[in-house]
């Protein structure tokens, strides 16, 4: 990781700490955004990832776009090898458990509702020419 993307995302999860949560500031003020910590796939040590997400019922829905990318976000390996991992939202800490679900009926209707929550994200399929991965995160209760 270059020193200019730690310097922000440690800026925008100060951001987000500060305020609840929220992002006040930069191009993704108003996203909702999650902290989530999962294990490395090949290391084992704690990996952080900013992720934008909508909601199914009580669970968390994150989509593997990568912004984009033509290959899938280096936390989604990490989610594959260690579904347990912790969240940070609204400034609330949570163990949870991911699920990811890469095709059928329950992987496209839940890209169809994040789309229609977060309509920026529309264009991801056909700038990445793959299928994007949907990732169901359910805290512990």
Do not use: C
């Amino acid at each position: 990781m270059t020193d200019t993307v730690a310097s922000f995302e440690d800026q925008l999860i100060a951001d987000m700490r500060a305020n609840g949560g929220a992002v006040t500031e930069g191009p993704l003020k108003g996203h909702p955004l999650l902290i989530m910590t999962s294990t490395g796939a090949r290391s084992g040590d704690p990996r952080q990832a900013i992720l934008t997400y909508s909601r199914d019922g009580d669970d968390y829905i994150v989509a593997g776009t990568a912004s984009g990318s033509k290959s899938d976000p280096a936390w989604l390996h990490n989610v594959r090898a260690h579904p347990a991992v912790t969240i940070e939202v609204n400034h609330q800490t949570a163990q949870a458990t991911t699920e990811t679900i890469t095709d059928g009926p329950e992987r496209d209707r839940l890209w169809e509702q994040h789309v229609a929550t977060l309509p920026w994200f529309a264009d991801y399929p056909a700038q990445t020419g793959r299928v994007i991965p949907m990732v169901r995160i359910t805290a512990s209760r």
